[in-house]
């Protein structure tokens, strides 16, 4: 029962408190995407590769250039104070996922043994100190030391997705998922919004690029402190949620704690397990994808497009705006879909997975084939993060389905092991597109339709929308087919699996 002074509190907050969870859910993810996407149009203003007129008209699909003023001469870039080649800037750019492939299955133990809460607000707390610290360090170091800031930026935010995944799986009902998991995740896209929109604000004219870091650095440590007040890693523990949504919490939500969720973690299971399978082929594409859009759509924009840096930055936000709007639509209709039985849980992750591949893979193709026609290509690019869109009632809240009781060890795996196209894209487009010409950006952009389509077709085939039974053996014992030896210390459910497989062969050979 609640005490005089937290019923007291809980009748102040009108929101039930697994929404208010959802809202520092979202600024979570805004925040850590705004820290992680601020360089990407930053490094177009800190590098010095301002092309003169005879440089200009090399490239014979080269778009007219935005720099040019009146008279015929550029505009200078008075803080572009680095000499990088576009294949330094790429690994540069790609130094924040290695950190952040390291700290993802950590970051999952932690936030399932100690709680979300303060997995997730010391990890961000640190990237946003280190945000802050950027423009001492790349003065002081040049592209050696912010590369290696950059990783230890990634450290920082590698627990973020398991320990939120965490904190669903604790406070979020199954028939909520689709929409929580889109407001929540949907902060990725407030977060490329507001980073690029933003970062264009302060860049423009002659503002120094500095003053994105302290900017986005100063928003994390105010998001921590909110969040350290605010939210809680089990409604159990959380000091004034109402008594009937408490009930509430505990009747519906398939995770609860108890003896499953201290186990150790079934990875013999996990790693034999074919919808796992179907998730990690889903999230490298969609990764692949995304991250080619993330880090390098403001480079093809001031690059290719030859848009100025305050139009760039517009111009990159407005495609995340699209993908969240389109994000709370689709999981809107995928949640009616499946309370009202129009189709199962499963057809609707592979339904709007598929959307989210499919339809971005084509989009930045004809954009590409778009030419000069600036505002054609920016369309399509508009409806290619729409259509991505789907992905977060697709597979990003499938490990939810999967399995509840492990779901921060699962997307540890998961999100750690896709991020291997953060690291491979950056770099990748970097050595594909030394002089950044449109023909070689065509050349990348094949490259990301190719994995996108590929990827999906490996999860329509093994996707799944029931939880596996490794995930509660207690519940769904264990399969026949089970020959990989018990997966906890003295697990009388594989005793009695053995048993009962010794009795049918002693039948069957009777």
Same mark, same amino acid.
């Given at each position: 029962?609640?005490?005089?002074?937290?019923?007291?509190?809980?009748?102040?907050?009108?929101?039930?408190?697994?929404?208010?969870?959802?809202?520092?859910?979202?600024?979570?993810?805004?925040?850590?995407?705004?820290?992680?996407?601020?360089?990407?149009?930053?490094?177009?203003?800190?590098?010095?590769?301002?092309?003169?007129?005879?440089?200009?008209?090399?490239?014979?699909?080269?778009?007219?250039?935005?720099?040019?003023i009146g008279n015929g001469t550029?505009?200078?870039?008075?803080?572009?104070?680095?000499?990088?080649?576009?294949?330094?800037?790429?690994?540069?750019?790609?130094?924040?996922?290695?950190?952040?492939?390291?700290?993802?299955?950590?970051?999952?133990?932690?936030?399932?043994?100690?709680?979300?809460?303060?997995?997730?607000?010391?990890?961000?707390?640190?990237?946003?100190?280190?945000?802050?610290?950027?423009?001492?360090?790349?003065?002081?170091?040049?592209?050696?030391?912010?590369?290696?800031?950059?990783?230890?930026?990634?450290?920082?935010?590698?627990?973020?997705?398991?320990?939120?995944?965490?904190?669903?799986?604790?406070?979020?009902?199954?028939?909520?998922?689709?929409?929580?998991?889109?407001?929540?995740?949907?902060?990725a896209q407030i977060g490329n !919004?507001?980073?690029?929109?933003?970062?264009?604000?302060?860049?423009?004219?002659?503002?120094?690029?500095?003053?994105?870091?302290?900017?986005?650095?100063?928003?994390?440590?105010?998001?921590?402190?909110?969040?350290?007040?605010?939210?809680?890693?089990?409604?159990?523990?959380?000091?004034? !949620?109402?008594?009937?949504e408490l009930k509430y919490l505990?009747?519906?939500?398939?995770?609860?704690?108890?003896?499953?969720?201290?186990?150790?973690?079934?990875?013999?299971?996990?790693?034999?397990?074919?919808?796992?399978?179907?998730?990690?082929?889903?999230?490298?594409?969609?990764?692949?994808?995304?991250?080619?859009?993330?880090?390098?759509?403001?480079?093809?924009?001031?690059?290719?497009?030859?848009?100025?840096?305050?139009?760039?930055?517009?111009?990159?936000?407005?495609?995340?705006?699209?993908?969240?709007?389109?994000?709370?639509?689709?999981?809107?209709?995928?949640?009616?879909?499946?309370?009202?039985?129009?189709?199962?849980?499963?057809?609707?992750?592979?339904?709007?997975?598929?959307?989210?591949?499919?339809?971005?893979?084509?989009?930045?193709?004809?954009?590409?084939?778009?030419?000069?026609?600036?505002?054609?290509?920016?369309?399509?690019?508009?409806?290619?993060?729409?259509?991505?869109?789907?992905?977060?009632?697709?597979?990003?809240?499938?490990?939810?389905?999967?399995?509840?009781?492990?779901?921060?060890?699962?997307?540890?795996?998961?999100?750690?092991?896709?991020?291997?196209?953060?690291?491979?894209?950056?770099?990748?487009?970097?050595?594909?597109?030394?002089?950044?010409?449109?023909?070689?950006?065509?050349?990348?952009?094949?490259?990301?339709?190719?994995?996108?389509?590929?990827?999906?077709?490996?999860?329509?085939?093994?996707?799944?929308?029931?939880?596996?039974?490794?995930?509660?053996?207690?519940?769904?014992?264990?399969?026949?087919?089970?020959?990989?030896?018990?997966?906890?210390?003295?697990?009388?459910?594989?005793?009695?699996?053995?048993?009962?497989?010794?009795?049918?062969?002693?039948?069957?050979?009777?």
């Amino acid at each position: 029962m609640l005490t005089g002074w937290r019923l007291t509190v809980s009748k102040l907050f009108l929101i039930p408190q697994r929404y208010v969870l959802g809202i520092m859910g979202l600024l979570a993810v805004c925040n850590a995407y705004t820290m992680r996407v601020c360089l990407n149009l930053a490094v177009t203003q800190m590098v010095n590769n301002t092309k003169t007129d005879g440089d200009h008209f090399e490239d014979p699909l080269a778009c007219p250039d935005d720099e040019y003023i009146g008279n015929g001469t550029v505009s200078l870039r008075p803080h572009a104070i680095f000499d990088w080649s576009e294949s330094t800037q790429g690994l540069i750019l790609s130094g924040f996922y290695y950190g952040y492939a390291i700290t993802h299955i950590p970051g999952g133990y932690l936030a399932e043994r100690y709680g979300g809460k303060w997995t997730l607000g010391i990890g961000l707390l640190s990237t946003a100190v280190f945000t802050l610290l950027t423009p001492v360090v790349v003065k002081a170091g040049g592209a050696t030391w912010l590369f290696i800031l950059r990783v230890l930026q990634g450290m920082g935010e590698g627990p973020t997705m398991p320990a939120l995944m965490i904190v669903l799986a604790r406070w979020v009902p199954p028939h909520e998922r689709s929409r929580q998991g889109a407001l929540v995740f949907g902060g990725a896209q407030i977060g490329n !919004i507001f980073g690029s929109f933003m970062s264009g604000f302060l860049m423009a004219g002659d503002g120094d690029w500095a003053n994105v870091f302290y900017f986005f650095g100063c928003f994390g440590i105010l998001w921590f402190l909110a969040w350290s007040i605010l939210c809680f890693s089990t409604p159990n523990t959380h000091p004034y !949620i109402s008594a009937e949504e408490l009930k509430y919490l505990n009747e519906t939500v398939t995770s609860a704690e108890n003896r499953s969720v201290r186990d150790p973690v079934p990875w013999r299971a996990i790693v034999r397990s074919f919808p796992v399978w179907g998730l990690l082929f889903a999230a490298v594409g969609h990764d692949w994808g995304y991250y080619t859009m993330v880090t390098d759509l403001p480079k093809y924009m001031t690059d290719v497009l030859k848009f100025n840096i305050a139009a760039t930055g517009t111009f990159t936000a407005i495609p995340y705006l699209a993908m969240w709007v389109s994000s709370f639509i689709f999981g809107w209709v995928c949640d009616v879909c499946i309370k009202r039985n129009w189709h199962t849980i499963k057809t609707g992750r592979i339904i709007h997975t598929t959307i989210a591949a499919a339809g971005p893979a084509i989009c930045i193709i004809l954009a590409s084939y778009s030419g000069c026609e600036r505002f054609a290509a920016v369309a399509y690019f508009i409806a290619s993060m729409a259509l991505m869109g789907g992905f977060y009632s697709g597979m990003k809240v499938n490990a939810l389905d999967l399995a509840p009781n492990y779901a921060g060890s699962l997307t540890a795996m998961i999100n750690g092991t896709s991020t291997i196209s953060g690291i491979i894209t950056p770099y990748l487009i970097g050595l594909l597109t030394p002089d950044s010409t449109l023909a070689q950006w065509r050349v990348a952009f094949w490259v990301c339709f190719a994995v996108l389509v590929g990827t999906n077709i490996m999860y329509i085939i093994w996707a799944d929308g029931k939880q596996q039974w490794w995930d509660d053996v207690a519940q769904h014992g264990y399969p026949d087919d089970w020959k990989h030896g018990p997966l906890r210390k003295n697990d009388k459910d594989y005793e009695n699996h053995q048993n009962r497989k010794q009795i049918e062969m002693d039948v069957a050979s009777n």
